[in-house]
T-cell receptor, first 109, second 113 residues
Framework: QKEVEQDPGPLSVPEGAIVSLNCTYS??????FMWYRQYSRKGPELLMY????GNKEDGRFTAQVDKSSKYISLFIRDSQPSDSATYLC?????????FGAGTRLFVKA | EAQVTQNPRYLITVTGKKLTVTCSQN?????MSWYRQDPGLGLRQIYY???????DKGDVPEGYKVSRKEKRNFPLILESPSPNQTSLYFC????????????FGPGTRLLVL
């Protein structure tokens, strides 16, 4: 079993839709949870960062962590074509970082 | 401009020919890391370094070496590349280890024939 599981998609939605991206993880010791966005032919860049359980909101993006079920979510409201990218969840307990496989998202105009 | 640079960006080589991929950051970060990205497998950590002369294995270290002699540089060495090391490689740096924001380089696409 992978330490972080993520559906690779692809996920295709119309512009303006609410997008839900999800990951599960196996190690209850993980405390830090991140979402990175990666555009084609670019390196990943940090989108959202959460410590422990709870929600964090930044504009159209909301990150949610449920440690009881080991579930990580990213919600994108009013999705835009510019949101088309691969979204990678990640977690760490210290120096090692474990990434999910990434979900490819396409937002159609 | 704060950035992580990698060279070369593209490389085609043959099995067994030693190669080095360089990585440099100008943010004075203590933590640096190497990842490989393969379809369906996502990013997998190869090696990381917490500071100068301090390195440790990630999840897929076999066939790779690293060194950290200076804070800004973290080269990745493939002493005898094999076709299964064909991949997209990313270097990253952070001021707070894996807990902090990792800044990624633009990637190096390697093909081993």
């Amino acid at each position: 079993q992978k330490e972080v599981e993520q559906d690779p998609g692809p996920l295709s939605v119309p512009e303006g839709a609410i997008v839900s991206l999800n990951c599960t993880y196996s190690n209850s010791a993980f405390q830090y949870f991140m979402w990175y966005r990666q555009y084609s032919r670019k390196g990943p860049e940090l989108l959202m960062y959460t410590y422990s359980s709870g929600n964090k909101e930044d504009g159209r993006f909301t990150a949610q962590v449920d440690k009881s079920s080991k579930y990580i979510s990213l919600f994108i409201r009013d999705s835009q074509p510019s949101d088309s990218a691969t979204y990678l969840c990640a977690t760490t307990g210290g120096f090692k970082t474990i990434f999910g496989a990434g979900t490819r998202l396409f937002v159609k105009a | 401009e704060a950035q992580v640079t990698q060279n070369p960006r593209y490389l085609i080589t043959v099995t067994g020919k030693k190669l080095t991929v360089t990585c440099s950051q100008n943010m004075n970060h203590e933590y640096m890391s190497w990842y490989r990205q393969d379809p369906g497998l996502g990013l997998r950590q190869i090696y990381y370094s917490m500071n100068v002369e301090v390195t440790d294995k990630g999840d897929v270290p076999e066939g790779y070496k690293v060194s950290r002699k200076e804070k800004r540089n973290f080269p990745l060495i493939l002493e005898s590349p094999s076709p299964n090391q064909t991949s997209l490689y990313f270097c990253a740096s952070s001021s707070r280890g894996g807990q902090g924001t990792q800044y990624f380089g633009p990637g190096t696409r390697l093909l081993v024939l």
